[in-house]
């Protein structure tokens, strides 16, 4: 069975930090780029950050730079999202998903991802 499944992500306080993980069943990621978005309730979907099938090149949102960081192990199909600083407002569903073309990390539109997770909860509370 092709899928994607995440898994990390849960409760934590302001300031906290989590790693999420992306992992491949059915299927290599190694050809793809990866990407993970973000939606909170009632808002749309977006754009956290994007790594290169390779690892060797990665992407971000502004509001994640410096405090959030992408890596894969392509050894273990698995992609990571490790969070630091986390804030109320980084609360929302986490999705990962694979994506055709390197080039289009960089505009970070959902519909560019062609194969998506089922997504995990984080939720930044005291």
């Known amino acids: 069975q092709v899928q994607l499944v995440e898994s990390g992500g849960g409760l934590v306080q302001p300031g906290g930090s989590l790693r999420l993980s992306c992992a491949a069943s059915?299927?290599?990621?190694?050809?793809?780029?990866m990407g993970w978005f973000r939606q909170a309730p009632g808002k749309e979907r977006e754009a956290v950050s994007c790594?290169?099938?390779?690892?060797?090149?990665?992407y971000y949102a502004d509001s994640m730079k410096g405090r959030f960081t992408i890596s894969r192990d392509n050894a273990k199909n698995t992609v990571y999202l490790q969070m630091n600083s986390l804030k109320p407002e980084d609360a929302a569903v986490y999705y990962c998903?694979?994506?055709?073309?390197?080039?289009?990390?960089?505009?970070?539109?959902?519909?560019?991802?062609?194969?998506w997770g089922q997504g995990t909860q984080v939720t930044v509370s005291s």
């Open positions: 790594i290169s099938s390779s690892g060797s090149r990665t």
């Open positions: 059915g299927f290599t990621l190694d050809y793809y780029a």
């Open positions: 998903a694979t994506v055709p073309a390197e080039s289009l990390c960089t505009v970070g539109r959902p519909y560019d991802y062609d194969f």
